[in-house]
């Protein structure tokens, strides 16, 4: 048999939890998602400058979710050019140009002030 004894109450949880429920998260994922565009603007590599300037940024949100995307409008016969410049593409010609990794080395520091933002609100 198994017997289990416990002591105490949630309170520490339930301070937590409410803290939790009061964070400002779209003001958070609005001030992240800016961030993002900057931070992808200044990595992307550039000949004209119109992927670059391309970037912007959406947030969605659902009764149980909130997702923030980053998106490019740079979009040439129907190839979305940040893609092909972050994962390689071949050319008419036959040869293929090797990608370059820009998006998630931009971004990796914005996923960890994602999460510590967060946690700071919550433990505040």
Not at 47 to 62: F, M, N, P, Q, V
Not at 74 to 80: K, L, Q, S, T
């Amino acid at each position: 048999m198994i017997n289990v004894k416990t002591s105490g109450d949630f309170k520490n949880t339930e301070r937590f939890l409410t803290q939790a429920s009061k964070i400002n998260y779209p003001a958070i994922l609005k001030k992240i998602g800016q961030a993002g565009v900057i931070a992808l603007a200044s990595n992307t590599p550039f000949d004209s400058g119109l992927t670059a300037d391309s970037w912007k940024y959406e947030i969605h949100r659902t009764r149980s979710s909130l997702t923030i995307t980053w998106t490019n409008s740079n979009v040439v016969d129907g190839v979305p050019i940040a893609i092909i410049i972050q994962y390689g593409h071949a050319t008419r010609n036959g040869s293929y140009i090797q990608g370059r990794d820009y998006i998630n080395p931009a971004l990796r520091p914005i996923f960890d002030s994602v999460t510590n933002e967060i946690w700071e609100e919550a433990t505040r």
